[in-house]
Antibody
Framework: EVQLVESGGGLVKPGGSLRLSCAAS????????LTWVRQAPGKGLQWVGR??????????DYAAPVKGRFTISRDDSKSTLYLQMTSVTADDTAIYYC????????WGPGTLVVVSS | DIEMTQSPSSLSASVGDKVTITCRAS??????LNWYQQKPGKAPKLLIF???MLQSGVPSRFSGSGSETEFSLTINSLQPDDFATYFC?????????FGQGTKLEIK
């Protein structure tokens, strides 16, 4: 059974940093392309970024609002995906989901990040 | 970035109705279009991928159509479980942008 479980969310001050983790199981993690998607309270979905699998060089792509501030990485030995967030602002307040994208389509339950002083 | 525009943003309908939600892409995305359903407090669930392929386990009353820039999601004979918010997403080119969502409410 595929499982994705995010952790690391919480309250962070504007300008601060936070690292989210996503523990994965039930599939060939090293080959998987994985994404982060976020959802601000009461708002729609926003694709944050993606990391390709080991065979594709683990290359990354990011949405414009987070490019240069957020970094996606992976530890295949731990089957864990990461999202390093830096220079956060109130606009980064959201539930952050890690996903195994379509057509496989598995999502974690999400972790809430609140940026506030 | 490819902009995805959904309409309507909200919709009221009754159990048994047929409803259609549309999604327009700002450029040709061939058929790289997904449809998701989301209920409050839950992660989204994939309904349709590559514009018209029904995800395993999704009821056949859901269907998708379209290509290039114009797409639609149709729900035949609405059931109580279908009242939710629906999102389209293009996965033709990164960033894989979403539409703004359509909230389907009970009339």
């Amino acid at each position: 059974e595929v499982q994705l479980v995010e952790s690391g969310g919480g309250l962070v001050k504007p300008g601060g940093s936070l690292r989210l983790s996503c523990a994965a199981s039930g599939f060939s993690f090293d080959k998987a392309w994985l994404t982060w998607v976020r959802q601000a309270p009461g708002k729609g979905l926003q694709w944050v970024g993606r990391i390709k699998g080991r065979d594709e060089g683990e290359t990354t792509d990011y949405a414009a609002p987070v490019k240069g501030r957020f970094t996606i990485s992976r530890d295949d030995s731990k089957s864990t995906l990461y999202l390093q967030m830096t220079s956060v602002t109130a606009d980064d307040t959201a539930i952050y989901y890690c996903t195994l994208p379509a057509p496989a389509d598995f999502w974690g339950p999400g972790t809430l990040v609140v940026v506030s002083s | 970035d490819i902009e995805m525009t959904q309409s309507p943003s909200s919709l009221s309908a009754s159990v048994g109705d047929k409803v259609t939600i549309t999604c327009r892409a700002s450029q040709d995305i061939t058929n790289y279009l997904n449809w998701y359903q989301q209920k409050p407090g839950k992660a989204p669930k994939l309904l349709i991928f590559v514009a018209s392929m029904l995800q395993s386990g999704v009821p056949s009353r859901f269907s998708g159509s379209g290509s290039e820039t114009e797409f639609s999601l149709t729900i035949n004979s609405l059931q109580p479980d279908d009242f939710a918010t629906y999102f389209c997403q293009q996965n033709y080119d990164t960033p894989y942008t979403f539409g703004q969502g359509t909230k389907l409410e009970i009339k």
